[in-house]
C-alpha cells in the first residue's frame, strides 16, 4: 500500500463530458489501490482561497455512479484569475498565496489539476511559487493542448456537432437552403474539421486555413450546376472575415467573446448566391451531455495514470495520449506546444480529397 496520502483534485475552466469520469478514476485508484484519502476541490482554485477551503470528501461509493454524468460534480469557472482575482471594489488583488495556504491548510501531499493549456499554466505557476506537488490531466472540447492526441471532451462535442450536421441535411435538402453550422473550438478547428468530415459537410471553415467568399460561393454554385439543391456549412467559431477581422459579441456583463461568423457569412452568402441561408450556433450543447464512450476510456486511463504519477513521486506532469496509450509529459512542455490543426496533416489532405472546400 506503501505511504498514506491526502491528495486533491480540482477541475478548472470551461466544463466538457468526462470530468466526472476523470474524477472517478482517480478516486478509485488512490483509495481502492492505495488506500489514500481524496479531497475534492469546489469552484476550481476558487475552493482554496476560503478558509477553511471548501472540499468535498470523495470516496468509491460517492463516484461510483459518476462515469456517465456530464459537467463536473466538484464545479469550475473560466473566470478569475488568481494572479489578478476581481475583487467586490472593482480592483483586482493577487490571491495565488491564498491558494497556496489551502492547499497547506487540508495538509495535501499533492493536488490533481483538470484543465486545458491556460489552467494548467496558471496551476503550475502557483505550485512553482508554493512548492506544491502538482500532476495535470488535459480536458478540453478544442482539443488545443500540445503533445497529446486527446483531451478529454473533444469526442463528446464532435459526436454532439457530427450529430446536428446529420440532422441539418434533411432540412436543408427540404427547403433547398445553405445551412451554416458554427461550433466552438476556440482557435483550433478540430471540432469543425473532424465533425465536418463526419457528418458530410461541402464546406469546412477553420482559423488555421484562409479561404476567399468568392471561391466559397464558386463551390456552392458547383453544386448547383450539378443539380444539388442545397448545402453544408461547418464554420469554427474563431475563423476571421474575409479580410482578416475577428468576430465577437459582447454580452451583457460588458464580456467579449468569440461568435457571430456564421452570421457575417450567412449575409455574404445570400446576397453572393442569392439562396435562403440559415445559421445554427451549437455553443454551449457540445459541452454537455452523457460522455462519449471514448472521452470516458480516456478519462478513465487519465485518472489512474495521474495517481500512478503521485504514487512515483513525478510531479509538474501531465499525463497524456500518444499512440494509443498512456504517457507523461512535463507540463511546461506541453502547454508550450500549442496543437492547432496541421494544414497539411491527414484530416485537411482527407477533406480535399473528398472535394470539401477548406479554403485557398
Known amino acids: ?78 473566470e478569475g484569475n488568481p494572479f489578478a482575482f476581481p475583487m467586490p471594489d472593482g480592483t483586482v488583488c493577487d490571491r495565488s498565496s491564498d491558494i497556496i495556504a489551502g492547499y497547506h491548510q487540508l495538509g495535501l501531499d499533492a493536488i490533481i489539476g483538470i484543465g486545458g493549456d491556460g489552467s494548467l499554466a496558471i496551476l503550475r505557476k502557483i505550485a512553482q511559487q508554493g512548492n506544491l506537488n502538482l500532476v495535470g490531466i488535459p480536458k478540453t472540447i478544442d482539443n488545443d493542448v500540445g503533445i497529446t492526441e486527446h483531451s478529454i471532451g473533444c469526442d463528446t462535442a464532435v459526436n454532439i456537432a457530427t450529430e446536428a450536421i446529420d440532422r441539418l441535411h434533411f432540412t436543408a435538402a427540404s427547403h433547398s437552403r445553405v445551412m451554416i453550422l458554427e461550433v466552438m473550438g476556440r482557435d483550433a478547428g478540430h471540432i469543425a474539421i473532424s465533425a465536418g468530415i463526419s457528418g458530410g459537410a461541402d464546406v469546412i471553415l477553420i482559423p488555421e486555413i484562409p479561404y476567399s467568399l468568392d471561391n466559397l460561393c464558386q463551390k456552392l454554385f458547383e453544386r448547383q450546376d450539378r443539380g444539388k439543391n442545397y448545402s453544408l456549412i461547418v464554420v469554427s467559431e474563431a475563423v476571421r472575415t474575409d479580410t482578416g477581422e475577428t468576430v465577437t459579441r459582447t454580452n451583457r456583463l460588458g ?74 509529459v512535463p507540463i511546461g512542455e506541453a502547454i508550450a506546444q500549442y496543437r492547432a490543426v496541421d494544414p497539411n496533416g491527414t484530416l485537411v489532405k482527407t477533406a480535399k480529397g473528398l472535394g470539401i472546400y477548406l479554403g485557398d
Not at 468526462?18 to 472517478?24: E, H, M, W
Not at 503521485?310 to 495520449?321: F, R
Open 1 to 78: 500500500m506503501g505511504e498514506h496520502k491526502r491528495i486533491g483534485i480540482l477541475t478548472s475552466g470551461g466544463d466538457c463530458a468526462g470530468l466526472n469520469a476523470a474524477i472517478r478514476a482517480v478516486v478509485h485508484r488512490a483509495v481502492g489501490s492505495y488506500g489514500w484519502e481524496v479531497l475534492g476541490i469546489r469552484q476550481a482554485t476558487q475552493g482554496l482561497m476560503h478558509h477553511p477551503p471548501k472540499v468535498m470528501p470523495l470516496g468509491i461509493d460517492k463516484v461510483d455512479s459518476l462515469l456517465t454524468a456530464g459537467g463536473t460534480v466538484l464545479g469550475t469557472t473560466n
Open 255 to 328: 464580456q467579449c467573446r468569440l461568435g457571430g461568423i456564421g452570421d457575417y457569412l450567412a449575409d455574404r452568402i445570400s446576397a453572393c448566391t442569392g439562396a435562403e441561408t440559415r445559421v445554427i450556433v451549437l455553443g454551449h450543447i457540445q459541452r454537455g451531455g452523457t460522455p462519449s464512450p471514448l472521452d470516458r476510456l480516456i478519462a478513465s486511463a487519465f485518472g489512474v495514470a495521474a495517481v500512478d504519477l503521485i504514487a512515483e513521486g513525478k510531479y509538474d506532469h501531465m499525463v497524456g495520449w500518444q499512440n494509443r496509450q498512456v504517457v507523461s
